[in-house]
């Protein structure tokens, strides 16, 4: 039961439908109100334990369900939460990164690709970190370039 828990992330894996979207929601909002989880050392320490106990869950959880079964969404929670890390905390950029880690996601450049095709739970969690970093990477350049101060003073 317990794995199932954690597994679904809090039981989001079981929505109807685009339970990654759904996941990915979860962990957005646990990031933005739980005090001091967003930041970079919690968010950090969560996603390492995340992934370390994810990929057992992930297999234990696709023997139950199938291959890469949509249940699982504890990689999306770990995937969102590289998305946003050594980030600023701002409304603008949790959205961007919410959409951003999504279509990563979705689209799976490498290496996500290659992670996506591994089998087990090492694959079905690898590919969304990658997917968050690709995201992060992505904002902190147009960070790099358009520095946040300006952009909410302009």
């Not at 339970?19 to 109100?33: H, P």
């Not at 770990?78 to 998305?83: E, P």
């Not at 946003?84 to 951003?100: G, N, S, T």
Request: hydrophobic share 55%; aromatic share 12%.
């Amino acid at each position: 039961m317990a794995i199932r828990v954690f597994a679904s992330g809090l039981g989001t894996g079981y929505s109807p439908s685009a339970s990654g979207t759904v996941g990915s929601a979860a962990a957005l909002l646990l990031y933005w109100f739980i005090p001091g989880f967003s930041e970079p050392i919690p968010l950090l320490i969560a996603s390492a334990v995340c992934l370390v106990i994810g990929i057992p869950a992930s297999a234990m959880m696709e023997k139950h369900y199938g291959q890469d079964p949509s249940e699982v969404v504890i990689d999306e929670f770990v995937g969102m939460w590289l998305a946003l890390v050594f980030l600023p905390k701002a409304y603008w950029i949790a959205v961007a990164a919410f959409f951003l880690f999504r279509f990563f996601d979705i689209i799976k450049i490498p290496p996500a690709k290659q992670f996506d095709n591994m089998k087990g739970g090492t694959g079905i969690m690898l590919d969304d970190v990658a997917a968050g970093i690709w995201a992060n990477v992505l904002l902190q350049g147009a960070l790099f370039i358009e520095p946040l101060e300006r952009i909410l003073l302009s």
